[in-house]
């Protein structure tokens, strides 16, 4: 999002329905005229890093020339290419704040310097900060991040979390957050607290022809 309708920033990846099989990471598109009826768009690869290293992306938050952008995958794999990457300039350099296999990335609407992101893999790639494995994170500045208490119904270890989705409310009251382990729904959960603490939902289950319950994805 931007404050500017013809702003459009697009994350690239790589999840298509033929076995996941895409093509390579290329960075980011970025048009400063959307609303044209050919608009033009400009390849973000941090001066070529991200399109050498098959940099790929999932998630991507943009206002004015502030960027934060979750990458899940390069290739060869490495924990400096993958996580949290913010931009100040639009887009020409890049900083990556949060190591990790990077998931969801999401922004309080009330407040400019107020994020969140889900990220896998923090504890293996950041060695010494007391990380865990995997889990929902704040930023005040979008560089320095903590790890909030979101792992209910229990700590998912490293590389299980394949998939996130963030959402904060219009006020900025409610944060929602779901992780997925092995494409289900492994815990769906809101915070009133910016985070701090976590109130889980009861699982969302389906009955069966036989009248036996299975779980959100029998």
């Keep these: 999002a931007s404050t500017d309708p013809n702003k459009i920033i697009v994350a690239i ?29 400009t390849t973000l690869t941090n001066n070529g890093y991200f399109r050498a290293n098959d940099v790929k992306f999932n998630s991507v938050y943009m206002h004015d020339d502030f960027i934060l952008a979750s990458a899940y ?17 639009g887009g ?9 296999k990077g998931r969801a990335v999401a922004a309080d609407p009330n407040d400019p310097n107020r994020f969140y992101a889900t990220v896998d893999l923090t504890n293996v790639c950041n060695l010494g900060k007391g990380y865990p494995d995997s889990g929902v994170f704040t930023s005040n500045n979008g560089v320095d991040w903590t790890h909030t208490s979101h792992q209910a119904p229990g700590p998912l270890n490293s590389d299980e979390l394949n998939n996130a989705k ?53």
Excluded: H
């Excluded at 990471?25 to 768009?41: E, K, R």
């Excluded at 995958?73 to 300039?89: A, F, T």
């Excluded at 382990?181 to 809101?190: C, E, L, R, T, V």
């Design 13 to 41: 990846g790589s999840r298509s329905s033929f076995y996941r099989i895409g093509g390579p990471g290329i960075g980011m598109l970025l048009t400063s005229n959307a609303l044209d009826p050919t608009p033009t768009w």
């Design 73 to 89: 995958m390069s290739n060869p794999l490495s924990c400096s290419s993958i996580g949290v990457w913010r931009s100040i300039d």
């Design 166 to 218: 963030l959402s904060v409310s219009a006020d900025g009251s409610r944060v929602w957050s779901a992780l997925l382990k092995n494409g289900q729904a492994y815990s769906i959960a809101y915070s009133d607290n910016l985070g701090n603490s976590w109130t889980k939902l009861d699982d969302v289950k389906t009955k069966q022809d036989d009248g036996s319950i299975d779980g959100l994805n029998p």
């Design 92 to 100: 020409v350099s890049w900083l990556n704040v949060l190591e990790g």
